[in-house]
């Protein structure tokens, strides 16, 4: 049973292009949550979401991030126009439908560095 | 919403000594209290965790307590190893939501 599995695992952008980061959940799973961790820092949630559905996004910045989780294929986490400051390690995570208040499994992330 | 307090930020302990890491959370709401080790360049990993209507919990040389009044919970690593060298996570969550808060991390560093 494969983890939670992220792609890329390095990923470098010039500030203003845009990076796709991706996020395959563990088999069964449904629930999908992203975090960023910046540098010496801890994680900050950014979004959580469920096939088709945007559940909680109150950690999301307003504008250039958006993330989607479609009926098919790996949750998507896009980052238009990037900034330095867009530099982090964005992690993923899974659940299944009832989490039952059990702490969940990260991918290995995604380590942006915009230059 | 929750905030989440960890200290101290980093600590250094000699081979085979106990280290405690402590967090404190503000919102009472908050009945699960999961703890992550992250190894450098890699993802966090759960280690252990606790429930609110439990004080303290064991796992080899790893322990939890939990002081819901105070609202806040600690982490005991006994007989600390090199192994053990890493960044440690507190985090904070309600079992209804799948949201956690987490503290800003300790670096332990075990002296052989």
């Known amino acids: 049973n494969a983890g939670v599995m992220q792609n890329p695992r390095h990923l470098v952008r010039r500030r203003g292009q845009e990076a796709r980061l991706r996020c395959s959940p563990m088999?069964?799973?449904?629930?999908v949550y992203w975090y960023r961790q910046l540098p010496e820092e801890g994680l900050k949630f950014m979004v959580y979401?469920?096939?088709?559905?945007?559940?909680?996004e109150s950690g999301m910045p307003k504008e250039r991030f958006s993330a989607e989780f479609p009926k098919e294929g790996p949750s998507i986490l896009r980052i238009q126009q990037v900034v330095r400051g867009d530099s982090a390690a964005y992690f993923c995570?899974?659940?299944?439908?009832?989490?039952?208040?059990?702490?969940?499994?990260f991918g290995s992330g995604t380590r942006l560095t915009v230059v | 919403g929750e905030n989440v307090e960890q200290h101290p930020s980093t600590l250094s302990v000699q081979e085979g000594d106990s280290a405690v890491i402590k967090c404190t959370y503000s919102?009472?709401?908050?009945?699960?209290f999961p703890w992550y080790k992250q190894e450098l360049g890699k993802r966090p990993q759960l280690i252990i965790d606790?429930?609110?209507?439990?004080g303290e919990k064991k796992d080899q040389r790893i322990a939890v307590t939990l002081n819901k009044t105070a609202k806040h919970f600690s982490l005991h690593i006994t007989e600390t190893q090199p192994e053990d060298s890493a960044v440690y996570f507190c985090?904070?969550?309600?079992?209804?939501?799948?949201?956690?808060?987490f503290g800003s991390g300790t670096k332990l560093n075990v002296k052989p």
């Open positions: 995570a899974s659940s299944p439908v009832d989490r039952d208040g059990y702490g969940y499994t």
């Open positions: 088999k069964g799973h449904s629930h």
């Open positions: 979401l469920q096939k088709e559905n945007i559940i909680d």
């Open positions: 919102d009472s709401a908050s009945n699960y």
């Open positions: 606790i429930r609110s209507n439990v």
């Open positions: 985090a904070a969550s309600m079992s209804n939501f799948n949201k956690f808060y």
